[in-house]
């Protein structure tokens, strides 16, 4: 296999001597590897009398091995690497995945095949386990999505494993019964071992390393052959409409397509298709049923794909006008599926796809490029797009043949059904008639921000305002970051919510140009940020520093309503998020000790907030070529540079508590503890680092293994805007917020123990090893910029992480042991945030 630094390049796959099929990737730059090994099996191979037994053995897998106890396994492993990993189960596969420092690969893809290989299966972790399952389980019927999902499951032939229920529960997973245990282990043999599996890495390793790790690979794994099962007819009944109750007060609209007999190059056709049905730019399918007031959004959803069958679900939130019209909205996009059938839509859009494919290729991640390739006919610079466009053809035939199965989803009463799984409150409506005419649909002009930037000498100067950094060619990335304060005060969050909505169409135009664009509204001021394709940076920054001073009319009183949308959980979120979400902007107004004042949400408010605004900000990763570029976009920018300073983020002592709840009753408690440094110093900050490294497997293995509180469970040490320290998450189905305050405070007092008991080796080679992975590689662009970016916010200079790493070199115990007793104290405060009231009168 040859290396190669073009990324749109299909690696090869080859089959080693027990039939493990590898493909690999070697990168020509980079800190990072990853690996991703995926078993052809999921939740629709498991039998039918146990559901959800593929998801259970997925969970137990990571619960120690043959030759890795659970301290020592994957996870925690990863973990204490700084690394990301997670696994997934899907209707006819599962898979492994991890992405962590290229130097510990080896370790870390040992570990991975020895818990495919050898997993312990204890029956005493198998009945934790299993409460996590459920957990999860509840958690996910109150989730709309998967509700929807369930009830538009019912419409399908019984016989189609589409129809039945996957998920797995207490009642569905009897471990206690031997019958259960042997089914169990056959599922393992049968379906764990190379026939079954491939193997894709990534990393800047020599071809021949890599090539030695797959050949491990294959050594360690059981041989054997493809396991073949028959596939069902899909068949779906779309005589009537579908109608669920839900508790939210967003209604949305289910467009069920159920595609069967697809030639071989679907999948590729169908993201070309999802690449423009839920496309944002002018004259796109949501923007004109946004400007006809029918509804807010649109997204595509693939709830089910194996074997030439698919289940593809539009689904658009409604407007109160939609949710009246909504035979109005269901022909409008069979006419707009009728207009991109035409064969003159597919040749303007070809090139841009293409564009647009190589753009996200080439500034992806590791794990993000193996992803992109584990599905065999994925896009690449070879595929054969005769064929994909016959695919493209056969899709949209089929989509506008049989139209679709419609499920609306509000708060309509229905009667309660009976299920094997989700509880549904479903009935059914006879279709609305409507009177069909043509939209008038016109092709999207191509995005701007796709075409190439003239590179220029680089003889203009940019604002000291704006620091930059190098290296100057970050392979082509770069990053850009701008922070604005306000003289005048912070503006209202209408205000916020107003520009975040005009930029919607920019976020997704920018995403496929290959930038990420955030705008985050931090109450310490608002940020925007841009990372990615370094060329394509200055002139989308340019033009939307024009929308940023002058956004659209409509989207003023658009702000208000979702600033007031806002200050209620949603139903359509897992709450743990909705909570992170909010967690800085509470941090902020706490160490402010303020409100925000009540200011009109209207053009004239936004153009005096501007004025009495100074920004910074800092770049990474730009070749001199894009000087100019940058300094002419940088120029655009609305508000005042400067180059002062950033204050420092105000202390507080304390312990608050905000209870975002409502009132309402929850079947969940969502828990958030955040404490903050109790001083900036580089030495506090460093013990701080390390301890919470330490912290971070053991209060996993403790609240989630062994009090099995729930399956969102974790700590970290984060940044939140200005604000450093540690935070604890727990979302639960069974303990109130006071019992998860409670066991975080024990595990501290018990950890502080163990803590003692730790011999001095230990601990100091923690220190050793978070020092060395603190200060990130100059090639690992996405996290230098972020962590750069974070000391500036946090009025830090960008050499303060390499002091810090320092500083944790020079760690012993004692430090540690004082800066757990730290943070057992809240000597630097304790924020908590709950859906939940304080329990007691020490908490203001």
Known sequence: MLQTSDPTQRPPQVALTKGLRVRLLPLSHGAQAAALVRVHAGSHDAPESYPGLAHFLEHLLFLGSRDYGAAQSLMPFVQGCGGQLNASTRERHTDFFFQLPASKLEAALRRLLDMLAHPLLDPSAQLREREV??????????????????????????????????????????????????????????????????????????????????ALADDTLTAGGAVTRAVQPLRCNRDSWLRLQIASAQPRLNLLFALDAMPEH?????????????????????????AADLCQSLKLRVPYWHAGQGVVVIELMLTARGLAERARIVDAVLDWLRFFSDEARWQPCREEYRSIRQRSLQGAEPLAKLRHWADPLAWANDSDEVVIREALGTLLRQMIGAGPLVLTADTAACEAIETGGFPLRLGLETPSPTEPHSWGWQQ???????????????????TPALRRLGPDDASGR??????????????????????????????????????????????????????????????????ISRLLLEPPAESF????????????????????????????????????????????????ALSRYWQSAQWHGLAIGFAPAFSDSLADAISRLPGTPSSAPVAMARHFAGRRWHDIGGGAPMAETAFLLFCPLPDRTVACEAAWRVLARLLEGAFFRRLRSELQLGYAVFSRFCQLGGHAGMLFAVQSPVASAEAILDHIQTFLLDFATTLAEQSTEIVERAAREASD????????????????????????????PAQVAAAMCSLRRDDLTAALDALRAATGGWVVVANAPAPAPDWS
């Open 133 to 214: 399952l459920h957990a999860e389980y509840r958690a996910r019927a109150q989730d709309i999505e998967t509700l929807c999902d369930a009830a538009l499951s019912t419409a399908f032939d019984p016989a189609h494993p589409f129809s039945g229920f996957h998920a797995g529960n207490r009642d569905t997973l009897p471990v206690e019964d031997a019958q259960f245990q042997q089914t169990l282990l056959d599922f393992h043999q049968r379906f764990y071992q190379c026939g079954q599996m491939e193997l894709l890495l990534a990393g800047p390793q020599s071809v021949a390393e890599l090539q030695r790790l797959a």
């Open 266 to 290: 679907g999948a590729p056709a169908l993201d070309h298709f999802a690449s423009w049905i839920a496309s944002e730019a002018p004259e796109s399918v949501v923007q004109r049923l946004r």
């Open 444 to 462: 999207p002009a191509p995005n701007p921000w796709l075409q190439p930037c003239a590179a220029t000498h680089g003889a203009r100067s940019v």
């Open 478 to 543: 770069g990053a850009l970051f701008v922070h604005w304060r306000f003289a005048a005060g912070q503006p209202p969050s209408g205000l916020w919510h107003a520009l975040s909505h005009a930029l919607r169409s920019g976020i997704w135009a920018a995403q496929q140009a290959g930038v990420t664009l955030r705008f985050e509204d931090l109450v310490e001021g608002w940020c925007l940020s841009l990372e990615g394709f370094a060329e394509a940076i200055p002139m989308i920054l340019g033009d």
């Open 557 to 604: 009183p658009l702000g208000d309503r979702l600033a007031e949308r806002e200050v209620a959980l949603s139903d359509g979120e897992m709450l743990i998020r909705q909570l992170l979400k909010r967690l800085p902007r509470l941090l902020a107004s706490v160490s402010r000790n303020a409100g925000r004042d009540a200011v009109l949400t209207e053009p004239l």
């Open 773 to 800: 992975r603190h200060v990130v590689s100059p090639t690992e662009l996405h996290a230098r910029a972020e962590q750069a970016w974070q000391s500036v916010l946090a009025g830090h200079d960008v050499a303060h």
